[in-house]
């Protein structure tokens, strides 16, 4: 059933370009760089590829048109592609996507292209080994699904998709992105490539500051009243986690056994914060706060940059920022 909404939609995006296309029945290669009023397209499906994007175009953006498809704050686990979007991509000079499960989509998108010479980037494959399987730890409820396959014996490898939440793999995406961008307009091949440097410069400055603050922490425990996203950043700095649920889950309610077992070990690590994720109705982590002994813990947000909207964007947020916020909420954690 999924497959054939998505043909539908792919059919529908097709119809949209063909009519919008003047009727030519081949596309043709425009030489962007030559031609004063036309620009080079790149779509993003996520903020953080938005935000990078911009930072490593600098003085050249105004060649560039920059789409950031989920502007209207829609999570990127609930996000479907409209036939406006799948044209958009379709005609675009490059198109960079997570690459995890919930890009599915994507596959058709790209096989249904008009712009034969669209150059794709998947940031799940772009980081190679660097990709970790999601990890149910001790005390997270897991999916009825996952729980199915166990019982069945058969259990399929799931990959975290949140890779943009650890700076070192941001830091080897700009790069990427960088090299591609460079390809798609080599007259500004350099400027590109030295704005993308002095970006990484401050990617690794923040990782080293959020290196310094674990190691001058009191403990090494996170844990959290909600889903899990933020593996790689939890895994980049050493720290033990504790969470409801794991990053990719639709899971809303927590189980007594989760509660109580979040709750025990709030007590026994002596955790001053239980986390929640952005636009969370904390109803979780206020659940096992009030199940612990003290029952004064804070409850601090971290943004795994998921669902940002155009009004985010014009508000001045950015990735570094964001990155940034959530460091000064890991050091009220840790201490």
Not at 177 to 183: C, G, R
């Amino acid at each position: 059933m999924k497959n054939r909404i998505w043909s539908l939609v792919i059919t529908a995006g097709l119809l949209v370009g063909m009519l919008t296309g003047c009727g030519s029945s081949a596309p043709k290669k425009v030489d962007k760089a030559a031609d004063g009023g036309a620009k080079y397209h790149v779509v993003c499906t996520t903020y953080p590829q938005y935000d990078w994007v911009q930072n490593i175009l600098g003085k050249q953006s105004d060649k560039f048109e920059v789409t950031y498809l989920m502007n209207n704050g829609v999570d990127l686990h609930s996000y479907q592609a409209s036939a406006e979007d799948m044209v958009k991509i379709g005609e675009a000079d490059l198109f960079i996507y997570v690459g995890g499960e919930s890009d599915g989509w994507v596959a058709d998108a790209l096989e249904n292209a008009t712009n034969k010479n669209l150059i794709p980037v998947n940031m799940v494959d772009a980081l190679g080994d660097s990709i970790k399987e999601e990890e149910v730890v001790e005390g997270m409820q897991a999916e009825d699904e996952e729980e199915e396959e166990a019982e069945g014996g058969e259990e399929e490898v799931e990959y975290d998709e949140h890779v943009w939440l650890s700076l070192r793999n941001a830091k080897k995406l700009v790069e990427v992105i960088s090299e591609k961008l460079a390809q798609i307009d080599p007259q500004d091949a350099d400027a590109i490539k030295d704005q993308a440097k002095a970006y990484e410069q401050k990617l690794l400055n923040l990782d080293s500051e959020y290196e310094k603050a674990v190691k001058d922490a009191g403990h090494h425990t996170i844990l959290f009243g909600d889903r899990f996203p933020f593996r790689y950043l939890a895994d980049d700095y050493h720290l033990k986690y504790y969470a409801a649920f794991v990053g990719c889950s639709a899971e809303t309610e927590a189980s007594f056994d989760t509660i109580t077992f979040l709750a025990d070990k709030v007590d026994e690590e002596k955790l001053p914060v239980i986390y929640t994720i952005e636009r969370s109705d904390q109803k979780i982590a206020k659940t096992i706060q009030k199940n612990t002994k003290d029952k004064n813990q804070k409850i601090l947000v971290l943004d795994s940059l998921q669902s940002v909207s155009k009004e985010d964007i014009q508000a001045g947020k950015t990735y570094l920022q964001t990155m940034e916020k959530n460091l000064s909420a890991v050091k009220e954690g840790l201490n």
